[in-house]
Structures are given as C-alpha cells and as structure tokens.
C-alpha cells in the first residue's frame, strides 16, 4: 500500500520531498512531450529535448535513490511500480487519445457524409419539384388550350344553335302571324255575317212594324169611314162629286197612311248606312291597328336581329380575346419557367459551392483548432519544463554544496539555452 504523505513526508528530508516533487514534474512533463507535436515543429529538437528530461529525471531519481537508507528496495520497487502503472497509464491515455481522435475523425466525417447526404437528398427534392412544376405548368396549359377549343367548339355549335333557332323562330313568327290574319279575318267575316243577319233581321222587323202600322191605320180608318156614314147618311154628296172628293180623300189617306211606311224605310236605310260606314270605319281602325301591330312586330323582329348579331359579335371578339390572352400566359409562362429554370440551376451550383465552402471551412477550423490546442501544450509544457529542470539544477548545487567532495558524482545538467531555442 501507498503510505501517506504525513508518514512519507515525515522522515524524510526536504531535499528528498523537492527531489520527488521534482521527478514527478518532470514525468508529467514527459508524458506531455511525448504526445502528438503539432505541424512545423522540429521532430529532433523534441527528441532532444526529450532526452534532456529523461537525463533530468533520472538524476532526480538518482538523488531520491541517494537519500534512500532501509527502504532502497521498497523504494526502487515501488518506482518500478510507479513506473510500470505510469507507462501503462500514459499507454492508456495515448490510446484513449487515439480512440477519441479516431472518434472525433469519424464524426467529422459521419457529419460530412450526412450533410452531404442531407443535400444530395435536398438537390433530389428541389429536382423533383421542379419537375412536378414543369409538369403541373404542361399539364395546366394542356387543359387551358383545350379549355379553349372545347370553348370555340361550344361558340361554334352555339352560333349554329343560335342561326337554327333565329330561323325557326322567324318562321314560328310568320306562321303565327298567317294565322292571327287568318283568324282575324274569319273573325271579321263571322262578324260581318251577324252584323248583316242582324241587318237583316231589324229591316224584317221595322218592315213588320210598318205594314202592321199600316194595318192599323187603314183598319182606323175604315172604322172611322163607317163611323162618319152612320152618323151623316143625308149629306152624301152626289155622285160625282162624291166619287171626286172621295177619289181626294183616298188618295189623301193613302198618303198620309203610308208616309210613316216611307218615313220608316228612309230611316232604316240612313240607319244602314250609318251602321255601314261605321262597320268600315271600325274595320278600317282594325285594319290599320292590325298593320300598326305588324310594323311594329317587324320592328320588333329586327331589332331582336341586331341585337341577337351584336351580341354574337361580342361573343366572338371576346371568345377571340380569350385566345389571345391564353396564348399570351401560355408565352409568358413558358418564359417564366426558362427563367425558373435558370435560377434552380444557379441556386443548385451555389448550394454545391456553399457545401463545399462550408466543409473546406469545417475542417480548416477543426485542423486550427487541434493544431492551436497542440501548440498551446507544447510551449505550456516547455515552460514547465524550464522551471522544473531551473529547479532541479538549483536542488543539485544546493545539495552539492552540502555534500562532501568524495561523495559527489558527476552530473550532466540540461542548459537553458537548448530548451530556450525550442
């Protein structure tokens, strides 16, 4: 077992404790020098410099041996095995500094194989949506062209609808109005015909009317002639004079009994005439309102016409801008994916170039680093190694100067001016 460093330190002198603290030191330092220098050192200076601590150990150890009275034994035993557990440890460290730079290798390169996975995977994702873009944009003006022919399709069978439809519509019209005349006409035939029955049938009556006015006037009078014979049969006058005056009286009666008869009949007849001129008057205003609705219908029919040709022309005009608008976007777009074509390109060639910047980089800075962390250690171990061997030199002639002369031995110290040069 290891003793303590009360019951070490306790029996044995402070020149042996330097002397100690000095040999490990330099152990230390040793197991520093002998890592990885870093690049642009000179290999046989650090050999050399190597050497010169394996030189100032071994005195160190030298001097402890030299203090060392009973225990020389246990002493050089416990060295050994501190030296054997030393070198299995600075083996072990080398070899765990080995493992972890290997390990630190290999994630710089699984970093670098997986970033360079990571954009092959990304270029692979670009490539494929541009291509999904290039066809979504064919596939799109695929259906817009025939969106366009389909919609001059539709104008065309439309048009051809609409000029079927105009022409039976104009000959629906004619037809109807053939036989709103020809109703009209039978309408006014059949009214004619009533209105002459009717005529008719008043002349009938008012000619009823006047020879039963007649009969009663001459069956009046017969009655009255009787009347005036059996009142005054004394005063008949004589023959001829009666037949003279009754000849007058006949013929007065017959005037005055059948003048209500002509009276009537001109009545009639000025009745006719009014009622046949306002027949013609009536069918006159029909006749002309009949044309006024037909002039009108005409109109109606070719304003339809022209609206019907107006808007077919707008159609048209506006059918033939939406062909030109889509073969001005199908331009444009093919334009636009020249130029996104372009970009990607562009963009995929500074990706690679930013990859390559970026690793280039990366492995300079992990380089820089090690190599800046390597030369740190190498002047931190240098200067340690500098007061270490100060110390031990001045240890020796402190230690010399003590010493008798017959007991001294001769001991080649490391200079400070080798170890400066380093």
């Known amino acids: 077992m290891r003793p303590s460093p009360r019951s070490s330190h ?29 690049s642009g050192a000179d290999r046989a ?33 416990r060295f050994a095995d501190l030296q054997q557990r030393r070198a299995k440890i600075y083996e072990e460290r080398t070899e765990e500094i080995m493992k972890e730079f290997e390990r630190r290798r290999k994630i710089v390169a699984d970093q670098m194989e997986e970033k360079r996975f990571y954009y092959n995977q990304r270029n692979e994702v670009v490539g494929g949506r541009i291509k999904s873009y290039r066809n979504s944009f064919l596939t799109a003006q695929a259906a817009l062209v025939e969106k366009a022919e389909a919609a001059r399709e539709k104008r065309d069978k439309m048009l051809a609808r609409l000029k079927e439809e105009r022409a039976r519509s104009i000959e629906e019209r004619k037809e109807k109005a053939r036989l709103r005349m020809e109703r009209c006409r039978e309408v006014a035939n059949r009214r004619k015909q009533n209105e002459e029955a009717v005529r008719r049938e008043k002349r009938l009556a008012f000619m009823r009317h006047g020879e039963e006015i007649a009969r009663r006037q001459m069956e009046g009078d017969g009655v009255r002639q009787g009347r005036n014979r059996t009142r005054c049969p004394s005063q008949r006058p004589p023959r001829k004079r009666s037949e003279t005056g009754d000849s007058a009286n006949g013929a007065t009666a017959q ?10 009949m001109r009545e009639l007849k ?3 005439e009014q009622h046949r001129a306002r027949y013609e008057a009536e069918q006159a205003s029909r006749l002309y309102e009949i044309q006024l609705r037909a002039h009108a219908r005409q109109k109606l029919i070719e304003k339809q016409w022209e609206n019907y040709s107006a808007q077919l022309e707008r159609r048209v005009q506006r059918n033939d801008e939406i062909i030109k608008m889509a073969q001005e976007k199908k331009r444009r777009g093919e334009q636009a994916q020249m130029n996104r074509e372009a970009r990607d390109q562009e963009a995929g060639e500074a990706v690679t170039r930013d990859v390559e910047e970026h690793r280039k980089r990366a492995e300079d800075l992990e380089l820089q680093r090690r190599q800046d962390a390597l ?13 270490v061997i100060l110390q031990l030199q001045e240890a020796i002639r402190a230690d010399n100067e003590m010493q008798s002369a017959k007991d001294r031995k001769g001991v080649i110290l490391p200079q400070l001016s080798s170890l400066r040069s380093l």
């Open 45 to 77: 200076l650090i050999e050399k410099r190597i050497t010169e601590l394996q030189g100032a150990l071994e005195e160190a150890g030298r001097r402890i041996r030299e203090k060392q009275c009973l225990a020389e034994r246990t002493r050089e035993r």
């Open 375 to 387: 030369t740190k250690n190498y002047y931190k171990w240098n200067d340690r190694a500098d007061r």
């Open 270 to 272: 000025e009745k006719e």
């Open 10 to 38: 306790a029996g044995s002198s402070p020149d042996r404790r330097e002397y100690q603290i000095i040999s490990a030191q330099l152990e230390n330092i040793l197991s520093e020098a002998c890592g990885e220098p870093p």
């Open 255 to 264: 005037t005055t009994r059948y003048k209500p008869h002509e009276m009537l």
